[in-house]
């Protein structure tokens, strides 16, 4: 099945605790990225990558790293976490060539810092 | 730059009703559309695009949206609703592959 494989689901951690969201698609997308949804603000994007060893900052990268070191994989790095990162988490990918087709998301990651 | 603007947060309906959710972009090049539907404690699964071509698109489940360049909408309609489609909808633009640009989201909830 293609799809878009997020972990943890649901993460509770201290401030300042380095913490590591992992993804993983199977279907060779060239373009990933992470989100962040917070109520009344939608979906802001935080990283993307538009091929591996090629990563690039979105909206609201500020607080996170991310890596891409193998196509199928990109994980989020907060290296030292506060409280107001704590939010719901997506990863999606979509391939690149002549068109858009739309994102494949992840079911998410709910962070919980305290 | 591209922006999108849903115009109305939350949306309330009667079961069998029809429903609009708005949204509109704007944007100085050309766009791809897109509808994403969010159902309670799951990702978003993309619902409907507007590529090229055909302006009116549709979804399996009933859904369709127009494209209008003139106005520069593209607004989510179903003609008749069911529980089963209580959710938050995203509207979202992109000018080519990669990056997408997301509305705030629109709360649909259909009442029995």
């Known amino acids: 099945e293609a799809q878009v494989t997020q972990n943890p689901r649901y993460l509770i951690t201290v401030t300042g605790k380095k913490l590591t969201v992992t993804c993983s698609q199977n279907m060779n997308h060239e373009y990933m990225s992470w989100y962040r949804q917070d109520p009344g603000l939608g979906l802001r994007q935080i990283y993307y990558s538009m091929n591996v060893e090629v990563t690039d900052k979105g909206d609201v990268p500020e607080g996170y790293k991310v890596s891409r070191k193998e196509k199928r994989n990109f994980p989020l790095i907060l290296e030292s976490p506060s409280p107001n990162q704590t939010s719901l988490y997506f990863c999606?990918?979509?391939?690149?060539?002549?068109?858009?087709?739309?994102?494949?998301f992840g079911s998410g990651t709910r962070l919980t810092v305290v | 730059a591209q922006s999108v603007t849903q115009l109305d947060s939350q949306v309330p309906v009667f079961e069998e009703a029809p429903v609009e959710l708005r949204c509109n972009y704007s944007s100085s090049v050309s766009v791809y559309l897109f509808w994403y539907v969010q159902y309670p404690n799951q990702g978003l699964q993309l619902l409907l695009k507007y590529l090229s071509g055909s302006t009116l698109v549709k979804s399996i489940n009933g859904f369709e949206a127009e494209f209008n360049k003139s106005q520069t909408s593209f607004h989510l309609r179903k003609p008749s609703v069911h529980i089963s489609d209580t959710a938050e909808y995203f509207c979202a633009v992109s000018v080519g592959a990669g990056k997408s640009t997301f509305g705030d989201g629109t709360t649909l909830t259909v009442k029995p």
């Open positions: 999606a990918s979509t391939p690149l060539g002549d068109s858009n087709y739309g994102y494949t």
